[in-house]
């Protein structure tokens, strides 16, 4: 009794030991995001992003987009190789860390895009009146991904014209709009009410806990803002 009693003891003392190599948290990993040919931040001698994260996280691949020298080029996703034969993750989905890696950007012919705040600004800078990017040709674009703000608080962004007299409609707020050719698109506006979305003890993310939306009258919300509880197995049900 006494023998197996103590060669309990000596398998669980060994169990202990060796709990803390077997279950240990995988350690992190070096991700780094070569430009291939662009750069950064809009800074040209930004080619290169290096960043660490836990093996098994998710990066967006727009987390990090660069831009090109030529405006005619667009970014199209990100690569094992610098040649672009070996793709990664395509510009629009998410990649998976599985280790140290070092991922190229691809670069397609595409569009350029001119987003005109119309009498509003972006990024709460009223010097932002306008941003100009490059899509692939033929890719489908999110119509909220560039959502201006208005001097007047009670005027909500209604989507994006073809004209600054918004009469000539490209996509509604909440619409897709498909890059066929170089396009100036310019915000249009309606009267709103201000929607205040308080989390309580939640928060949306980085910290904030409460977002103020103006939102064209009679429009659904929809659930596009959905806090999260901090450290918690509860979820979201409703406002």
Not at 14 to 24: C, G, K, Q, S, Y
Not at 41 to 61: L, M, Q
Not at 104 to 109: I, L, N, P, Q
Request: hydrophobic share 40%; aromatic share 16%; charged share 15%.
């Amino acid at each position: 009794m006494k023998k197996h009693l103590l060669m309990a003891l000596l398998i669980l003392a060994l169990l202990l030991l060796l709990a803390p190599a077997a279950f240990a948290e995988g350690e992190n990993c070096t991700v780094s995001f070569n430009a291939n040919g662009g750069w950064f931040w809009d800074d040209e001698n930004e080619t290169e992003i290096i960043t660490s994260c836990p093996e098994g996280d998710t990066i967006w691949a727009r987390s990090y987009e660069p831009v090109n020298p030529d405006r005619h080029m667009a970014f199209s996703g990100w690569y094992y190789d610098a040649a672009c034969t070996q793709l990664a993750v395509a510009r629009d989905e998410s990649y998976t860390v599985t280790g140290d890696v070092t991922l190229y950007a691809g670069w397609t012919e595409g569009y350029i895009v001119t987003y005109n705040a119309n009498g509003g600004w972006f990024w709460d800078d009223e010097n932002e009146t306008k941003i100009i990017t490059s899509y692939p040709k033929g890719i489908h674009i999110y119509a909220g991904g560039y959502v201006p703000v208005h001097p007047d608080r009670h005027t909500a962004f209604t989507g994006w014209y073809y004209d600054a007299a918004c009469t000539q409609q490209a996509t509604d707020r909440n619409g897709y709009y498909t890059v066929t050719g170089e396009v100036m698109l310019y915000a249009g506006w309606t009267e709103g009410y201000i929607v205040t979305f308080d989390a309580g003890e939640g928060q949306f993310g980085d910290s904030v806990t409460i977002i103020n939306l103006t939102i064209p009258k009679g429009s659904p919300i929809g659930r596009n803002y959905i806090p999260l509880l901090p450290e918690s197995v509860l979820e979201f049900q409703y406002w």
